[in-house]
Structure formats: structure tokens, C-alpha cells
């Protein structure tokens, strides 16, 4: 048996959230099965488990769209029994059951071994917003910009993915002005590393197709009015790495800035990044993340937490990262 987080579907409009007790004969059947030990607490995570997204497709669902753990049985070549591996994404906790839960079964192609230099809890305290964070820095340095071209944007700054970015870009010398719709956290962002803490407010407004060219690059994690006015402040050749919808899916943007100013738009996925991207990102993250820092900014629950935390979460209590402990 084991414990898992546990949704069903009641109604068209309803579902049910609670911990159970399952046979192990529950598991989707597939390669490799892992002793879970710990799980991210995600953006995703919270609209599944509160029902406030239409993200599961298959019912009923064992949430956690990240995990990491240990080997406990496989049929995959690649891995083995004892060793340590982690999983992000690739339709996790949304179309297969996922790490919210003492036990998860997956196929092989989707694991990771755990990086070198990360223990279980720290993986998963990136966890996939960390790897997202790292797939928006890259994309910024990538596209040629470096810490000398100008001051970087970073939006939903104290939430997961953009407290990590703004750590990382940061940590790498670039000047990082922070946007968050918490002011009153701007203690917490300055010790992440930012130069600047700006009010949110400053860009839901609707915004001229140019604004005044202030950014060299941004990492957006709100998507809306707000990405629409980033782009719009863009420095010629900036770059805009959108990974997120926190403030919502439209993009009431003109072309402006992209054919006055040359301005970039790189998309975020890492659901189904590539296996080699994934792993070059997993590698740089475990090397230039302050652990340290990491630690501080993350808040460790239990699973039987985590139902109410997903609803904190969506209703911005939450500051830096939560990660669920599986004893
Ligand atoms: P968090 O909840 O940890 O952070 C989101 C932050 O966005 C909040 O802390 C808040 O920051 C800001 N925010 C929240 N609600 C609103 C709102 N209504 N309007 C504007 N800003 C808001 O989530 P994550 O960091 O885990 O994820 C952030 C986004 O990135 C989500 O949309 C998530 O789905 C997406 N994501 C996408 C991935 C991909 O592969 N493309 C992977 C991971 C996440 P503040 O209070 O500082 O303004």
C-alpha cells in the first residue's frame, strides 16, 4: 500500500481532493517505479488539486507535476534499483499519475538520474520552476544578452519560478529589477538580488504599442497586460522569455516592439523540453544555485498539506517555493 493524493471527479463542476491509502496494484503499469520522497508544490499543482484549471485529462488523478526519489523496481536498461532519480513534466500529475503520492510509475524516458551535485529535497525545491527559471535564463543568454547590455526584468518576482530566475540572474551579474504585486516583500527580493523592486500595478495598465526603452531582457511569468507592456518597454534587440499565465492566457500586445525595435519573444515549455536540453539546464542549475539561498526561500509541508497550501498559492500567500516532504 501507499499514500497518495488522491482527485476524483464528482460532477462536471466538482471533484474531491484526499489523502488515500493505495494497493500498489493502483499504479499506471509501466518501466520504472519510484519511492517518491519528495514533490514541488507548483502553479500547475494548485490549479489541479483546487479544480480552479482545466488541466487533468484523465480521472481519477494522483497530482504533482515534479518528484524526486529512489529506484525501487525497473524494466528500464537506464535505471536501476537504489539509484537516486528525479522527473519534471512531460504530462505528469496532468494525463499520468504523479509525485504527490508515496509511489510513482513511469516510463524510463521520462526520468533523470538526480544531478551530481543536488540531494532529493533540493531538486525538488527548484523543481520545475527552477528548471523553468534556467530554460528562461538560457533563452536570454542565448539570444546575446549579457550582463553589460542593461537591466533585466523579472515579473511575478516572489513566486517560484521568478524568485529563482531573479536568484540565478543575479547570481551571474546582471542588474535585475524585480515586479511583484507585493511590495511589501521587497526585503525578501532584495536579498534574492534585486537592484529595484517595482509595483506591478506600473504595467497592467494598457500600455502605448512603445513605451520608454528601459529593459534589456525579461523573464515573464504573468502573461496578460503585463507581458504586453514588458514588450512594449523593451530596449532595441531585447529579449522577452514568456513562460507564465499568473495574471492571465491573452496578449493584448501590438507589433511594435518586435518590428520598431527588433524585440524577441521566446516561448517557455518545459513540459516537453528534450531530454538533452533538460539536462544541460539540470546541470547549470546545480552548479550556480546558492543553496544556500535555495533553502531560504523554500517552506517544507507535509503531503497532508498540501490541499490547503495549493489554495494559498493561487491566492498569492505564498512567497518562494513550497516543497512536500513523503516520509
Ligand atoms: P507561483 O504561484 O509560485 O508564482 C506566480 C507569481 O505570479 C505570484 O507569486 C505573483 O507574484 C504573480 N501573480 C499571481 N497571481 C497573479 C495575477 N493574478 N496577476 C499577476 N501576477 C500574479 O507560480 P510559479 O512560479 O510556479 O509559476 C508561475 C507561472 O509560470 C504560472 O503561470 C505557471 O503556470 C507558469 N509555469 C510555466 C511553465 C512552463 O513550462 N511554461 C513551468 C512552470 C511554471 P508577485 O506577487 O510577486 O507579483
Known sequence: ?????????????????TIRSLPESALPEDEVIVRV?????????????TGRG??????????????AGVVERSSSPDFHFGQKVMLTGWGVGEKHWGGLAQKACVPGAWLQ?????????????????????MLCVQALVREGVGPNNGPVLVTGATGGVGSIAL?????MGYEVVAVTGRLEEQPYLQRLGASEVLARSHFEMPSRPLEKARWAGAVDVVG?????????????QGVVAAC???????????????????VTLVGIDSVLCPRTVRQEAWNRLAVRV?????ASMTRVIPLSEAIAASEDLLNGRIKGRLVVEIP
Open 244 to 262: 507564465g499565465l499568473a495574471g492571465g492566457m491573452n496578449f493584448p500586445a501590438t507589433v511594435a516592439p518586435f518590428i520598431l525595435r527588433g
Open 37 to 49: 520522497h519528495w514533490s514541488g508544490l507548483n502553479y500547475k499543482d494548485a490549479l489541479v488539486i
Open 54 to 67: 482545466p488541466v487533468v485529462k484523465t480521472w481519477p488523478m494522483v497530482p504533482g507535476i515534479d518528484f
Open 290 to 294: 546558492d543553496k544556500t539561498l535555495l
Open 167 to 171: 536568484m540565478l540572474l543575479a547570481g
Open 113 to 133: 538520474p538526480l544531478p551530481q551535485d543536488l540531494t532529493c529535497q533540493q531538486a525538488m525545491a527548484l523543481g520545475t520552476a527552477g528548471f523553468t527559471a
Open 1 to 17: 500500500m501507499f499514500d497518495a493524493l488522491y482527485l476524483e471527479k464528482e460532477a462536471p463542476d466538482g471533484q474531491t481532493a
Open 224 to 236: 496578460g497586460q503585463v507581458l504586453a507592456s514588458v514588450c512594449a518597454s523593451m530596449k532595441p
